[in-house]
């Protein structure tokens, strides 16, 4: 038996028939189904294009449009999940306690995501900073995903004592760039395409910022990103 690791209680599995006879793989993430009502999926297409950011009308928000404008290579995210109060409060659990039992709790949703990419793509997670690596002890995007994808770790991030969840927003879109890549693109790694793996996607800077880092690099194959949240 497998118990919720928000509220403990055990998870009772139903499937409906369609699932059993036509489902090759069954992901399921590590929560009862009350406490996973409490999470709101995001739904396209009522939302951004591009990042997720849930709209009412237009196909691209105002900071996409922004982007484009500017000539800005745009970056299209996918987010599983919209940060209400219930995922506010799993990230403050995770991130801010350190229980990293919790990176866990989404792996089944971010399992059956992931399938639809093909072999040759390069899974790149956002790394955190040394010093939030030092009072965390542990990487909370890596936690999210070492279990689950064969991850090449590209980026690595310059010390800074910002924490993103303090910052405002004008301060998150000036935020200066911190990541660097570490291993420079060749000829034959160049092409793959390039899937970036964050936690939380607010302004969209900080994996605009691992783009512009490993388009430095000279890695120039497709890109786009994917977090839990928006």
Sequence with gaps: ????????QTIVSQYSLHELCFNRYFYQDLLCRT??????????????????RHLN????????LRRQQS?????????????????HDYFQQYKGRGDYRLRLA????????????????LFVPIPTSPNH?????????????????????????????DH???LTRHQRLISPQYFYCETPATPKNGIKQILLLDDIYTTGTTLYHGLA???????RGKMTSLTLAR
């Design 57 to 64: 009308q237009t196909h691209l928000c105002r900071d996409c």
């Design 213 to 219: 880092a490993l388009r430095q690099a000279g890695y």
């Design 35 to 52: 406490c996973r009502d409490e999470f709101q999926e995001i739904i396209r297409p009522a939302c951004c294009q591009i990042c997720g």
């Design 106 to 121: 989404f792996a089944g949703s971010l399992r059956r995501v992931v399938q639809q990419y093909q072999a040759t793509t």
């Design 71 to 87: 000539s800005t290579e745009l970056l299209t995210n996918q987010a599983l999940f919209r940060y209400n109060t219930a995922m």
């Design 164 to 166: 993103q969840a303090q």
């Design 1 to 8: 038996m497998t118990a919720c690791l928000l509220c403990q």
């Design 133 to 161: 690596f030092e009072e965390r002890q542990f990487d909370p995007v890596l936690g999210l995903y070492s279990d689950i994808l064969p991850l090449t770790c590209l980026l690595a991030c310059h010390d800074h004592a």
